[in-house]
């Protein structure tokens, strides 16, 4: 049985990679942080499992600022594979908190790759959750593994350390260290603070009338959106390939956040359409029909489950969108679009999920959440 190491077991991407393991027949090991209140919720329905917690998972705490503590944990559990996940991974939070975003992001993985060396753990397969954010102010469209980097936030900037201490220690020491730049993934288990999420959280409150309206910032960036799970597919097999080598994932397709949030409404029977310009735009409601919303999620209108009816507050020329110019970044990442060819011919992957299914399956996802429990 391989043992598997994952920090940031308790995020979408831990999550899911910990799934995936499992049905492998691995023995996943997850570095969590000590909290106040639980931040488990991804990973509960394994952690409340008799059958899995402490027999085939097993959690740690741990943090990629303590050196002491990175060393005792590879010396016990002697892993096979290293998922590195944990990072600060909010690009505008990083702005605010550049300091930790560095210690965390840049030193942490190098923390861990030298506590590798400490340890001795020479056949020790290691992945670097590396990202898009690398390119940034793009040299070149689509983005791959030979495009220059120029990232434009400290969270990007820590990163591209990390991706460059991978492969000096790749090079220096013969490590077995990868990165993974991937492209913006995302699902239900994405973080609310996050565009996308905050999105479809939105929207689905909108709906139910417990918010008034949305506020994003820059609705002309463009992404490259992908399914989670899938990505965490590819992770694993970037460190099953015969030899450490770095891999964009992505799916080669891009689109702005208008468009996400266009779709999401639409999935809920709401048209918009914009008027005016920059931090003046505005989303109104252009037509609705809330018999599309109700077959999307399989609306049972006497079902005690649900709380909430859809209310009758929205209305035609109402605005639900707006712009607010403190969610801009100070440097902006205007478009990311990957080219994942690489990883199509030596690893075999390839995103499935498409653009408009990704909005469906979240929005669903969030809308029976507001229905069922009223958040």
Request: one cysteine or more.
């Amino acid at each position: 049985m391989k043992k598997a190491l994952i920090t940031g077991i308790t995020g979408q991407d831990g999550s899911y990679l910990t799934e995936i393991l499992l049905e492998k027949g691995y023995e996943v090991h997850g570095i969590i942080r000590r909290s106040s209140s639980f931040n488990t919720g991804r990973i509960d329905h394994l952690y409340n499992d008799p059958e899995i917690l402490n027999k085939k998972m097993f959690l740690h705490y741990g943090d990629l600022v303590d050196t002491s503590n990175l060393n005792r944990l590879l010396e016990k559990i002697q892993p096979d594979e290293i998922y590195n996940l944990a990072a600060q991974s909010h690009v505008k939070v990083s702005f605010e908190i550049p300091d930790y975003t560095g210690q965390v992001d840049a030193l942490g993985t190098l923390r861990f790759l030298d506590a590798i060396r400490e340890v001795g753990l020479r056949a020790v397969k290691f992945y670097q959750a590396s990202t898009s954010e690398l390119f940034g102010k793009v040299q070149e469209v689509p983005q791959s593994e030979k495009t220059p980097f120029y990232p434009r936030s400290p969270y990007g900037v820590a990163k591209l350390y990390g991706y460059w201490i991978i492969v000096n220690y790749r090079e220096a020491y013969n490590i077995f260290a990868s990165n993974g730049i991937l492209f913006n993934h995302e699902s239900p288990r994405r973080g609310e603070t996050f565009v996308t999420r905050k999105i479809t959280r939105a929207a689905s409150r909108i709906a139910a009338g417990l918010q008034d309206n949305l506020s994003l910032g820059n609705l002309n960036a463009k992404r490259d959106w992908g399914f989670a799970p899938e990505y965490c597919e590819g992770m694993w097999r970037i460190l099953q390939y015969k030899q450490a080598e770095d891999f964009v994932l992505a799916t080669g397709q891009t689109n702005t956040v208008r468009k996400f949030v266009e779709h999401t409404f639409n999935h809920l029977g709401i048209e918009l359409e914009w008027k005016s310009k920059g931090v003046n735009e505005k989303g109104i409601i252009s037509s609705i029909d809330f018999d599309k919303a109700k077959a999307l999620i399989d609306y049972k209108r006497n079902s005690k489950f649900y709380k909430y009816d859809f209310t009758t507050k929205l209305k035609k020329g109402k605005t639900i969108v707006t712009v607010d110019k403190n969610y801009y970044r100070p440097t902006e990442v205007d478009m990311l679009i990957g080219n994942p060819a690489k990883a199509k011919k030596l690893l075999g992957w390839k995103a499935k999920t498409k653009f408009e299914d990704l909005v469906k399956l979240m929005i669903k996802s969030d809308m029976d959440k507001v229905l069922k429990r009223g958040f």
